[in-house]
């Protein structure tokens, strides 16, 4: 049995809050193209949708222009990164549920509660990568 | 460029307000909502309706905006009804936890009565 190489498409945005719906909608478009029935289509959406949102909303604005959007599609899962070169926060203190209001302590719920699998690495000055997982349909 | 989204803003009197939405509720336009919202406020009303009978997607900047004017009219011991959440716009508020602060009416008008309109 081989195993296919994932297909990798990229999109870049820039950090500005009229670009999340550009990179909704490409996550829509790109979802649809995998067979994910509608009610997943829409929740890819919802959570790239949070995602950026976190990027855009929760890093200062001298950090970073731009955010990274990476989507691996192999055959068992589409894979999404969301990337920006901010200042990161802390993330394990943000799932934990213990962020102060305004630190995307929200988003990430509704990515965790959508997506089959979510990861977040950040550091100090290094930025913020939103690691998402949603399994496709197995035949 | 913006995210389509129709806000139509109403003074219904005796305090009441309806803010019926249209649309796509983003980050990049929470802000005009916020905004629409504090003028009626600032207008007298404590108790307000948000209509989202209309709205195809919502997330969780919608969401923290909701909160927001709940807290501003809860300091005037007013309320936010919000009304006709659709099934996808709902279930974030289930995920969130939300819906056990903000009421959820099945449409407007059991909103609009719960006030004594």
Known sequence: ?139 | MTTPLTIDAKDLGDGVGVIELEGEVDVANTPQVREAALRLISGGVKNLVTDLSRVEYMDSSGLGMLVGLLKRLKESDGRLLVAAAQPRVKRLFEITGLEKVLPLYDDASAALKEVGR
């Open chain 1, 1 to 139: 049995m081989t195993t296919a190489a994932p297909a990798n498409v990229e999109l870049r945005i820039p950090r500005r809050p009229e670009y999340v719906r550009v990179a909704r909608m490409a996550a829509c478009a790109l979802a649809a193209q995998l067979d994910f029935t509608f009610d997943l289509v829409k929740d890819i959406e919802l959570a790239v949708g949070e995602a950026c949102t976190n990027a855009v909303e929760h890093v200062a604005k001298e950090a970073c222009s731009e955010v990274l959007l990476r989507f691996s599609v192999l055959e068992d899962r589409l894979t999404i990164e969301v990337i920006d070169h901010g200042q990161g926060f802390d993330a394990q203190r943000v799932l934990n549920g213990d962020a102060e209001e305004g630190e995307g302590g929200l988003g990430l719920q509704v990515i965790r509660a959508v997506m089959d699998e979510l990861d977040v690495q950040c550091g100090q000055g290094v930025g913020t990568c939103v690691r998402m997982v949603k399994y496709r349909a197995r035949s």
